[in-house]
């Protein structure tokens, strides 16, 4: 369930990929199948990398087009991507990169709704302004680091389960039975798997001494692709709460403090303090 | 449910935008209080919004502080976020707000690996650039976009939950109640209820005449909120998956078929064509 879980988010990491240079950039099938295949021969080599190539070349034998092109953009699915969210949020690890995935296939079937909405809702004008070429190489960046992101998010989701349920898994052997061959198996799950020899107990391969450099290198990558996606009106929320998971997990300090104030507020749900121990309740006032 | 699941999407948005103007913008307790009162007059005024201006002024009766630095920024849930998100992926409906605001809760409450994370992973020196007062427009109308698009999250949930279960539900009197009073009242609800009134069995309120120019007036600033909050390397999730939801259901074409190419080629689970009805299975070769 959490290998089909990652499989998804990294599908709807690639499928953006694919987005932004097709209708981002305007770049052809065999320009994509040009870029794919070079992701494929460095760090972002891996099964579906070799595939989604593969993709671009594939004639239809019903037309002269390419075959990508007369396939509905509606994606089904089998429900696995499902039960990985499903789990993540009872366990309450949070896997947002596998969500969005399943909520992104969920859309994609409301063609009838999307067709009817494109007349309605205009968005910017689909015109990238930059360098292409170095667009295409922040992009590669901006994929690597997310699936560095979403590996850590399963990677979390199968040891909380493992503590939760008692399953005793050896992370190391997970990520070298996936290594030996399923549709997830890539060149990164030898870093993963060496991570985990290093340190059995790791609790996030975010902070991983050597993935944590890999991430930081190509943060700013990830940032500009999402920002561009933004800008662009190009939806990517894989890539985007990739980005907002690193940004969250790294972050000392965040807001929830409001929240737990809002509660406190309107339901007296209580909070805790920063500097004592208990829970707490005040009789919010206006001013 | 789908009410608590959309008060989870709201306070994860109004909690994005107060990270933003402390942690990026630099405001004082006192400057949040009047940006958020100022909110309240206006488009945004709702329960919400006044409590939150609120917050900010109350003092500490432990410290000399205001009481909002004093709690402790992990926040918990009783749950209801997260049936709200399950239900809605189990509908196949896609309440991403929804389910991004329950995460953020779920992050939160891993304050010490944050804290140990924060010591290993830089990220950009959080240096805003830019005229800060227009930026705190900008911080508004993204909001108010990031609000609307929410709140068709659920009523889409909410829509399809009663034509499964056959609950015959009114969605204006259902805006009317909660119009009257609960934790999400607010003056949106007013034009939310004009709407299914004009039209009982409107779709998604994203394409209501009204609502759809309120949003699009208010795209480009909702892009560059997410684009600024990208570059600072503050989290916001909730309004980076508003505007993703916004984008994705504004667009007749998606990359799903290359998702379903993907799912053809590993496990020959067929694809639908473009060009006429059916289901077919190709023999993916290498070139």
Redesign the interface.
């Given at each position: 369930m959490v290998h089909n879980g990652i499989e998804y988010g990294l599908?709807?990491l690639?499928?953006?990929t694919?987005?932004l240079m097709?209708?981002g950039l305007g770049l052809t099938d065999d320009e994509l199948?040009t870029v794919y295949d070079q992701w494929n021969r460095a760090e972002l080599n891996s099964?579906?990398m070799e595939?989604?190539a593969?993709?671009f070349?594939?004639p239809d034998n019903?037309?002269d087009k390419r075959?990508?092109?007369?396939?509905?953009?509606?994606?089904?699915q089998?429900g696995t991507g499902?039960w990985a969210?499903?789990d993540a949020?009872?366990l309450?690890?949070?896997?947002?990169t596998i969500?969005?995935a399943?909520?992104?296939?969920?859309?994609?079937?409301?063609k009838a709704?999307?067709?009817?909405?494109?007349k309605?809702?205009?968005?910017?004008k689909i015109t990238f302004r930059g360098d292409r070429k170095a667009f295409i190489g922040q992009l590669k960046n901006a994929l690597y680091a997310a699936t560095i992101i979403t590996y850590a998010q399963g990677m979390a989701l199968l040891k909380q389960a493992s503590n939760t349920y008692g399953y005793g898994l050896n992370m190391e052997a997970v990520a070298r039975i996936w290594r030996g061959g399923c549709?997830i198996r890539a060149a990164l799950l030898e870093d993963i798997k060496m991570s985990y020899q290093k340190q059995p107990e790791l609790?996030?391969l975010?902070?991983d001494?050597h993935l944590?450099k890999e991430?930081?290198a190509r943060?700013?990558d990830l940032?500009e692709v999402?920002?561009v996606s933004?800008?662009l009106?190009?939806?990517?929320?894989g890539l985007?709460?990739s980005?907002?998971?690193?940004?969250?997990?790294?972050?000392?300090?965040?807001?929830?403090?409001?929240?737990?104030?809002?509660?406190d507020?309107?339901?007296a749900?209580t909070?805790?303090?920063?500097?004592?121990k208990g829970v707490f309740h005040?009789e919010?006032?206006?001013?």
């Open positions: 599908m709807e690639i499928a953006e694919y987005d097709k209708r199948y099964y579906l595939i989604t593969n993709i070349l594939q019903k037309t075959l990508i092109n007369a396939i509905l953009d509606q994606a089904k089998k499902k969210s499903w949020m009872d309450q690890v949070g896997t947002p969500d969005v399943v909520i992104a296939r969920d859309l994609s079937g409301y709704e999307r067709k009817a909405a494109n309605v809702l205009r968005g910017p549709i609790v996030n975010l902070v001494p944590s991430l930081m943060q700013g940032r999402v920002s933004a800008n009106g190009l939806s990517a929320p985007m709460v980005l907002a998971y690193f940004d969250t997990y790294r972050s000392a300090w965040l807001p929830a403090n409001l929240t737990q104030a809002q509660r507020y309107f339901g749900h909070y805790e303090r920063v500097d004592q005040t919010w006032g206006s001013p």
